[in-house]
T-cell receptor, first 113, second 113 residues
Framework: AQSVTQPDIHITVSEGASLELRCNYSYGATPYLFWYVQSPGQGLQLLLKYFSGDTLVQGIKGFEAEFKRSQSSFNLRKPSVHWSDAAEYFCAVAGYNFNKFYFGSGTKLNVKP | ETGVTQSPTHLIKTRGQQVTLRCSSQSGHNTVSWYQQALGQGPQFIFQYYREEENGRGNFPPRFSGLQFPNYSSELNVNALELDDSALYLC????????????FGQGTRLTVV
């Protein structure tokens, strides 16, 4: 069965510190992987996506993610967090025709000044 | 901001009533998906419409139904509302043939009392 696990419900980091949000997926075929960000009361904004090719993908707002097939992981990273990054982050997986996205339960990021 | 718009933004209904939520897809997008996001959860796939036909459905009962119109806008209808239907309902549009990512609207917050 397809599923996405985000093991960390809440993470708090200091402004300027590095960040890594974990994502593990279970998908029977070649996965298409995404990270979305959601501010309170808002919709979802795409940060980055992995379809194929280079396993390190760059996204908006200085985020990057690395696809590791052997670990079924797609962790999100940022070298230096800004206070405006405080939000909830969702990892998602989809099949080749994108007819259904499976989302993780999210990781809420808090940034300390 | 994306070109996906949802209406209304907030709605309060009584248990047992019926509700219709609306979504205008981004220009040129022919595929609309609907998701339910309960408080503290990731979005759950309800169904998808492609060229006015249902193209995949998640684990939701038949009282959740939808429509897609020739201009690719869409409606989500929920009959016999239950308290557990209280959630943020998200609409996402995409172009199926181009395997693009989904662009999400801001959502409709439904409260059932």
């Amino acid at each position: 069965a397809q599923s996405v696990t985000q093991p960390d419900i809440h993470i708090t980091v200091s402004e300027g510190a590095s960040l890594e949000l974990r994502c593990n997926y279970s998908y029977g075929a070649t996965p298409y992987l995404f990270w979305y960000v959601q501010s309170p009361g808002q919709g979802l904004q795409l940060l980055l996506k992995y379809f194929s090719g280079d396993t390190l993908v760059q996204g908006i707002k200085g985020f990057e993610a690395e696809f590791k097939r052997s670990q079924s992981s797609f962790n999100l990273r940022k070298p230096s967090v800004h206070w405006s990054d405080a939000a909830e982050y969702f990892c998602a997986v989809a099949g080749y025709n994108f007819n259904k996205f499976y989302f993780g339960s999210g990781t809420k990021l808090n940034v300390k000044p | 901001e994306t070109g996906v718009t949802q209406s209304p933004t907030h709605l309060i209904k009584t248990r047992g009533q019926q509700v219709t939520l609306r979504c205008s897809s981004q220009s040129g997008h022919n595929t609309v998906s609907w998701y339910q996001q309960a408080l503290g959860q990731g979005p759950q796939f309800i169904f998808q419409y492609y060229r006015e036909e249902e193209n995949g459905r998640g684990n939701f009962p038949p009282r959740f139904s939808g429509l897609q119109f020739p201009n690719y806008s869409s409606e989500l209808n929920v009959n016999a509302l239950e308290l557990d239907d209280s959630a943020l309902y998200l609409c996402a549009s995409s172009i199926r043939e181009m395997n693009t990512e989904a662009f999400f609207g801001q959502g409709t917050r439904l409260t059932v009392v």
